[in-house]
T-cell receptor
Framework: AQSVTQLGSHVSVSEGALVLLRCNYS??????LFWYVQYPNQGLQLLLK??????LVKGINGFEAEFKKSETSFHLTKPSAHMSDAAEYFC????????????FGTGTRLTVIP | SAVISQKPSRDICQRGTSLTIQCQVDSQVTMMFWYRQQPGQSLTLIAT?????????ESGFVIDKFPISRPNLTFSTLTVSNMSPEDSSIYLCSGGLAGVGEQFFGPGTRLTVL
């Protein structure tokens, strides 16, 4: 089975600072990878996804992530944090190769300090 | 993309009772799933809802406790049976197209069991 690990359950950054949320995957072959965001009291929204092709993936709200096979990583970044970015972020991978159901990481809560 | 709605959005229930959660998708999706998100935790897949047949449950979840129906491509229900306080969670429905990987999530149903 495939899985992901998110390092850091809480990350705090100042408004305008770089956001870096870490995700490492365990898979013998390049998987599909996803980042979702959950705002308070809401469902999950897809930020971006990696399937095949370009390893630098751009998503909504200025976020991007880079697939690095050599590091088995898919870290999420944003050059300049906004107050509205405060939320819970989840990295996810299909449970099994070719499957649609997802295994979610434990999540990282992002706090943006004014 | 697909827009997914859930009813009810929240409920407070007594121990030993059952609650049925409805999930409606605004367009046809191949796959529908049910997840549980316990307080302060990540999402755990309960089952894949299969159209016209029994759902496929993940380890640790059984049909007697979480019966699921999916009579057509755009509608599914999850029942939480004989509830206990440990069932207090957010229950999320999601949908997607087979082979695409990404899923779209409903807003969730926040269940509190007293």
């Amino acid at each position: 089975a495939q899985s992901v690990t998110q390092l850091g359950s809480h990350v705090s950054v100042s408004e305008g600072a770089l956001v870096l949320l870490r995700c490492n995957y365990s898979s013998s072959v390049p998987p599909y990878l996803f980042w979702y965001v959950q705002y308070p009291n809401q469902g999950l929204q897809l930020l971006l996804k990696y399937t095949t092709g370009a390893t630098l993936v751009k998503g909504i709200n200025g976020f991007e992530a880079e697939f690095k096979k050599s590091e088995t990583s898919f870290h999420l970044t944003k050059p300049s944090a906004h107050m509205s970015d405060a939320a819970e972020y989840f990295c996810a991978v299909p449970l099994r190769r070719g499957a649609n159901n997802l295994f979610f990481g434990t999540g990282t809560r992002l706090t943006v300090i004014p | 993309s697909a827009v997914i709605s859930q009813k009810p959005s929240r409920d407070i229930c007594q121990r030993g009772t059952s609650l049925t959660i409805q999930c409606q998708v605004d367009s046809q999706v191949t796959m529908m799933f049910w997840y549980r998100q316990q307080p302060g935790q990540s999402l755990t897949l309960i089952a894949t809802a299969n159209q016209g047949s029994e759902a496929t449950y993940e380890s640790g979840f059984v049909i007697d406790k979480f019966p699921i129906s999916r009579p057509n491509l755009t509608f599914s229900t999850l029942t939480v049976s004989n509830m206990s306080p440990e069932d207090s969670s957010i229950y999320l429905c999601s949908g997607g197209l087979a082979g695409v990987g990404e899923q779209f999530f409903g807003p969730g149903t926040r269940l509190t069991v007293l």
